[in-house]
Nanobody
Framework: EVQLVESGGGLVQSGGSLRLSCAAS????????MTWVRQAPGQGLEWVSA????????YYIDSVKGRITISRDTAKNTLYLQMNSLQPSATAVYYC????????WGQGTQVTVSS
């Protein structure tokens, strides 16, 4: 059974940092592209960043380039999203998603950035 469990969200002041984690089970991260998607209050889903299966490509939405880093630990089968210089506009629920077709989603972790 595929499971994705996000953690690491919380309340942080503007300018602060958070590292989100996505612990994967039932498959290995090296087999699938993995994506972070967020949903701000009252808004639709927004693609944020992705990590290719073979680790050859990392992708970021333009609005967060330079302030976030996606990474993975294959030994722990865990995906990460390091977010720095956070702004209130980053407030959202963050989900990790498996595969090109967004086959499986975690439950999400709430990130709230206060001004």
């Amino acid at each position: 059974e595929v499971q994705l469990v996000e953690s690491g969200g919380g309340l942080v002041q503007s300018g602060g940092s958070l590292r989100l984690s996505c612990a994967a089970s039932g498959f290995t991260l090296t087999q699938y592209i993995m994506t972070w998607v967020r949903q701000a209050p009252g808004q639709g889903l927004e693609w944020v960043s992705a990590f290719s299966a073979d680790a050859s490509d990392l992708y970021y939405i333009d609005s967060v380039k330079g302030r976030i880093t996606i990474s993975r630990d294959t030994a722990k089968n865990t995906l990460y999203l390091q977010m720095n210089s956070l702004q209130p506009s980053a407030t959202a629920v963050y989900y990790c998603v498996r595969g090109w077709k967004y086959d499986d989603w975690g439950q999400g972790t709430q990130v709230t950035v206060s001004s």
